[in-house]
Every structure is written in C-alpha cells, then in structure tokens.
C-alpha cells in the first residue's frame, strides 16, 4: 500500500503500543485509538512509515498495519430526509 499526505486511514488491528510523532518520541499506551477512528497522513517517513493524526495524538505507524478508511457514501437523494417535513 502507498499513501499521500492528506489520506485517510484507519488501524487494522490493535497495536501493543503507539509510538508518538514528536521530535522525541515515546511509546504511548494502544488504548488512546480505537480500530473504527479514523486518522488523517500528516506525514511520510522512510521504511513504508506514516504520520498519522487521529483525535488524541499524532503516531508513526507502519502502512502494513493501516488500511483505507471507506468513504461514506452520499445520501440518495430519493430517500427521505429527518430535514424535510
């Protein structure tokens, strides 16, 4: 898999442990992001490595370990709406 700055991507499975994207990194417990949130690639590091920023911090994750996140699809717009009345 490859990715771009600005992809969406998402945990596989969870990680024993998170390592931050700080000028000093630190390993962080894997509880802090859950497998359905998604995470925005902020950055490219060398060895298939990505910045990835998700709600409660930034980590360096392998890309064997992400997968795309599905985009949600658009509201049809012959279904009813909860907006209508």
């Given at each position: 898999?490859t990715?771009s700055?600005g992809?969406?991507?998402?945990?596989?499975?969870?990680l024993?442990?998170?390592?931050?994207?700080?000028?000093?990194?630190?390993?962080?417990?894997?509880?802090?992001?859950s497998l359905d949130?998604?995470?925005e690639v902020v950055?490219?590091?060398?060895?298939?490595?990505?910045?990835?920023r998700?709600?409660?911090?930034?980590?360096?994750?392998s890309?064997d370990?992400?997968?795309?996140?599905?985009?949600?699809?658009?509201?049809?717009?012959?279904?009813?709406?909860?907006?209508?009345?």
């Open positions: 898999m990715a700055i992809d969406r991507l998402r945990l596989k499975q969870q024993p442990y998170l390592k931050t994207a700080d000028p000093m990194p630190m390993l962080r417990p894997s509880d802090l992001v949130e998604v995470g950055g490219l590091h060398p060895l298939d490595t990505v910045a990835v998700f709600r409660r911090g930034t980590y360096l994750i890309l370990q992400l997968e795309a996140a599905n985009q949600d699809k658009p509201v049809d717009q012959d279904e009813p709406s909860d907006l209508e009345e």
